[in-house]
């Protein structure tokens, strides 16, 4: 089975803080996505990447950038956090289909 | 850009009746495919099912349909004999532009 793997099931940062998000699937998956999830708005797409060193922006790609240095990785990073960055974030892989991480739920105070 | 649009943000069915829910789209994308997922309380996104563009048939996976209606930019998720287990938010994907995104969801609740 592929296995999509987020570092933290939960994170609490400070108001200006780097953030890291981690994400590592071990399937030698060309694409990585990067997703929020809030109530009522679904799983929005922050960024995406096609190959290493390759992103493209998603629908809500401010305030956020990401890294991808080797294929099995994908970083979301936060460059200052906000407490609108509060939030349930979604790692996902796909090949034929797409498989989910169990997700990082992020508080910033 | 595509847009998914799911207009039921919950609903309550009875267990062992059907349940329909409503999902529609707008892609550019001549070739895409349709998704939905289940996110239970703990957070996983389980895959459901999946209709390709081109795809002749609808598609079936167990108790799961998708009613596919391109010309209307449909892809309703027919479950047919819910159980306790399917309380969960549904979500509807479009995978166009080789990117997948998804609707606002609609959570369920079965009740015995």
Not at chain 1, 17 to 46: A, S, T
Not at chain 2, 34 to 61: C, R, V
Request: net charge neutral.
């Amino acid at each position: 089975d592929v296995k999509v793997t987020q570092s933290s099931r939960y994170l609490v940062k400070r108001t200006g803080e780097k953030v890291f998000l981690e994400c590592v699937q071990d399937m030698d998956h060309e694409n990585m996505f990067w997703y929020r999830q809030d109530p009522g708005l679904g799983l929005r797409l922050i960024y995406f990447s096609y190959d290493v060193k390759m992103k493209e922006k998603g629908d809500i790609p401010e305030g956020y950038s990401v890294s991808r240095e080797k294929k099995e990785r994908f970083s979301l990073i936060l460059e200052s956090a906000s407490t609108n960055q509060t939030s349930m974030y979604l790692c996902a892989s796909s090949s034929n289909g797409y498989t989910f991480g169990s997700g990082t739920r992020l508080t910033v105070v | 850009a595509q847009k998914i649009t799911q207009t039921q943000p919950g609903m309550f069915v009875q267990e062992k009746e059907a349940v329909t829910l409503d999902c529609t789209y707008d892609t550019s994308d001549p070739s895409y495919g349709l998704f939905w997922y289940k996110q239970p309380s703990s957070g996983e996104m389980i895959f459901l099912i999946y209709q390709g563009s081109y795809d002749q048939q609808n598609a079936t996976e167990g108790r799961y349909s998708l009613n596919f209606q391109k010309a209307r930019k449909s892809a309703n998720l027919v479950i047919s004999a819910s159980q306790l287990g399917d309380s969960a938010m549904y979500f509807c994907g479009t995978d166009s532009w080789g990117k997948l995104q998804f609707g606002a969801g609609t959570q369920v609740v079965v009740t015995p």
